[in-house]
């Protein structure tokens, strides 16, 4: 039995899916249950920008969905395939792209390998249990092509445009800096839109993010957040023609001289390689805090939620993670109230962040996104439940936050100040572990990291007395 299938690589050869606007033919065999799955199936589709049309010829993407009941209904499937192959090749051959073939309902589910292996041309195969996931694996077709979805959107035109002159001016004159390294999203979770929005998963090559990271460096800048949707998932060209991961580039980052803080946001626990985490052990310039969401505590909700991997893992991931760096302080983001989610799975919620201990975090109650496929989901949480569920947790991640912020009272740690607080010769700076911490008398350190004495920590802020005037 065959849930979804997709070609390797390099036997991949479909449509231009960058090319907008995008047509979609559905052919529907069978009863009416099949022509309601085909009406899902265009839904999905609608967020990455495919509309309906009523022929084969000239559409981008073609999917047969497929019936098994009636008698020698492969063998209709297979005289159709053929057609399309060699619409496909006209197509091509008039310079307007290519088409993605799928083959989707019972045939694909009971002949999946089958299909794939006769039918070279068919892109994906598609189970009748997996059609909320069809964004993803075309998603995932297009990049195995070296293309990307969303014909708008050129993050790398976009960097390319910005000159070092420009980097060396922008946002400001304080000592911290956003630098984005990755965009897009290919992990589809059911709640979110921003696969659709910010198109495929693409990283900044090394040498323009150590050139921009250079250039900040020289204008003051000690700390610097790698920015992404999925940051850890960076895989950007290194000097020597191959994939760098965050691990790498954090190593060459921590030797630009000056910039003495690296963070990087946000995180996704399957992302989490081992060689990030021996870095956190290895490099001091790795600040020990880390944004990792796991979203929900339940294995049931995670998976509806399409986040790819379970609780425990997520649990001894967080372990691994401090074994290698103990004082590691961890923020997520959580949603409540997803729909389906019972008492039960919300009580299991509850149950992970206890036994993970958070220094932060984000909670929001479930809000439908149109064109995402939790939206249309069964079992829509009334907002009361959702509501009390947020207060719930939000008293528990409050108090460990609290707790987490009071136990540095009487540690000396260093602070990077970055700004004047609101009373005379007051500064405001931050702790390795992201805390806002303020300080009476060091106006005059902005820009530079002191030991600061810790004297008092509240949910939102620390206080703290300068342990000596010498920055380091
Ligand atoms: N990439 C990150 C990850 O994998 O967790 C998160 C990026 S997302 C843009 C930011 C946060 O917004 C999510 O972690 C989630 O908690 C929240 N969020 C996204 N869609 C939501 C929705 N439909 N309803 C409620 N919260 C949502
Ligand atoms: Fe991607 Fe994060 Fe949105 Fe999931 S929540 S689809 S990982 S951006």
Known sequence: MTDTLEKPVEKAGGAP????????????????????????????????????????????????????????AAE???????????????????????????????????????IMKRQPAVDLVVGPQAYHQLPELLTRTARARGERIGADFAP??????????????????GPTAFLTVQEGCDKFCTFCVVPYTRGAEWSRPASAVLAEARALADRGVREVTLLGQNVNAYDGEGPDGKPWTLA????????????????????????????????????????????????????????????????????????????????MAIAGDFIVGFPGETDRDFEDTLDLVRQVTYAGAFSFVYSPRPGTPAATMPGQIEEKVGLERLQRLQALLFEQQTSFNAAQAGKTLNVLFEKKGRYDRQAIGRTPYLQAVHVEAADHLL?????????????????????SANPI
């Open 156 to 173: 790398h035109e976009k960097f390319d445009a910005l000159t070092p002159e420009m980097i060396a001016t922008r946002g400001g004159e």
């Open 17 to 72: 899916l960058a090319d907008a606007p995008k047509r979609l033919f559905i052919k529907t065999y069978g009863c009416q249950m099949n022509v309601y799955d085909s009406e899902r199936m265009a839904d999905v589709l609608r967020p990455l920008g495919y509309a309906p049309t009523d022929a084969p010829e000239g559409a981008d993407f073609v999917i047969l969905n497929t019936c098994h009941i009636r008698e020698r």
């Open 248 to 327: 790498k580039l954090a190593y060459a980052l921590a030797e630009i001289p000056g910039l003495d803080r690296i963070r990087y946001t946000t995180s996704h626990a399957n992302d989490m390689s081992d060689d990030l985490i021996a870095a956190h052990a290895d490099l001091e310039a790795l600040m020990p805090y880390l944004h990792l969401p796991v979203q929900a505590g339940s294995d049931r909700v995670l998976r509806l939620m399409n986040r790819k991997h379970g609780r425990q893992k997520y649990i001894d991931l967080i372990a691994r993670i401090r074994e290698a760096r103990p004082d």
């Open 447 to 467: 820009g530079q990291i002191v030991p600061v004495e810790i004297i008092s920590g509240a949910q939102n802020s620390l206080n703290g007395r300068l342990a």
């Open 76 to 114: 209709k499937v297979y005289s159709e395939l053929g057609k399309l192959k060699q619409m496909r090749e006209r197509k091509l051959a008039r310079g307007d792209g290519g088409m993605t073939i799928a083959v989707a309902g019972c045939v694909a589910q009971a002949e999946g390998e089958e």
